[in-house]
């Protein structure tokens, strides 16, 4: 009975170790404002990326995608298990959200993107970043690849509009900052600010 959980134990120890990590880390818990939001649409704000989820989450959902893609492929070279290749996609997931909270990758997001008042992300806002990955790597199991790309899309597209930011502009300013992309995100407010 116990080896057909092992890999939710495995799952669950890792995240609550990881939840410590971040704290010992100095990430607060919770938001500093005292609550938690389900939604926080605010990017430029100080309790952007401090809540459950907010514009970003799209980006650990299209994380959830890749890795189930790289999954496929190993799966088939290597026969994991789909327990396994889950388990190895949260052990990445995790390990890039500690690498994000490192004083390092903060102050870089400060210099290069629009994201001039992040301090790190709350423990809460990690740890469901990393389970909407685990939701984008589950829902890719269902889907077509042709539906999973088109989401893809259609997600990028959608929070580019609304915040004047996604994965794809994320990843160029971390890598290789822009400038004309930096400006075109500094020059108006974004048209949509849910809360």
Known sequence: MLKKYK??????????????????MGQIWICKCGYVKLWH???YSSENSQHISDWY??????????????YSILRKKFNLPFGLGLLLAIIAEVSWEIFENTDMVINRYREVTISLDYYGDSVINSVFDVLAMVFGFVLAVRLPVWVTIALIIAMEIFVGYSIRDNLTLNI??????????LRWQQ?????????
């Open 7 to 24: 890999y939710i134990f495995a799952s669950i120890f890792i995240l609550i170790a990881f939840a410590v990590i971040l704290h010992a």
């Open 41 to 43: 649409g605010v990017t």
């Open 57 to 70: 989450t799209f980006s650990h959902i299209i994380h959830g995608f890749v890795f189930y893609w790289i």
């Open 172 to 181: 160029i300013q971390l890598i290789y900052p822009t400038d004309w992309i």
């Open 187 to 195: 020059s108006s407010l974004p048209f949509l600010q849910w809360t």
